[in-house]
C-alpha cells in the first residue's frame, strides 16, 4: 500500500522539473523567488535523516523544559540547514556555481548539500551530547 509520504515525494520528483522550468520561462532568472520546492526538498532530506539519527543514537536529552528532545533537534536541524542554504558555505557554494551542471540540478543541488552537511552537523551534536556532556 503507498503511504501519503511515499506519494509526496513521488509527486515532487515527477512536478519538480516541470514546475521549475515553467517558472524560469515566466521569470527569466535561474533561480525564481517563487520556487520553493527546493528548500522543501533539502529541509525533507534533513529531517528524515535527523530522524533516522535520533532513532539510532538513542536516548539524548536537551534538559529544555517546554519541548521534547525531538522537537528541540527538529528546531535545530531548521536553523543549521537555513545557515548552510544562506551562507552557501563551502560545498554548498561549489554546487550551486557548477556550471557543468544543468541550472535545476544547481538551484535543487545546493539545498541537498546543505541538507547532508546539516546531518553531518547533528551526529557531532548528538556524538557530543552522548559521550561528552
Known sequence: MLKQHHFLAFFTLIIGPRAYKKLTDESKSEDPKEFVLDEVVGMGIALAGVYILYNVFGEFDFN?????D?????????IIFRF?????????????NNQNEKPYNRVIGDDIMASFLTIFVIVIVLSINLWVL
Open 64 to 68: 529544555i523544559v517546554f519541548l521534547s
Open 84 to 96: 548552510f542554504d544562506i551562507s552557501k558555505i563551502g560545498p554548498v557554494d561549489w554546487v550551486e
Open 70 to 78: 525531538i522537537d528541540a533537534l527538529f528546531i535545530l536541524t531548521f
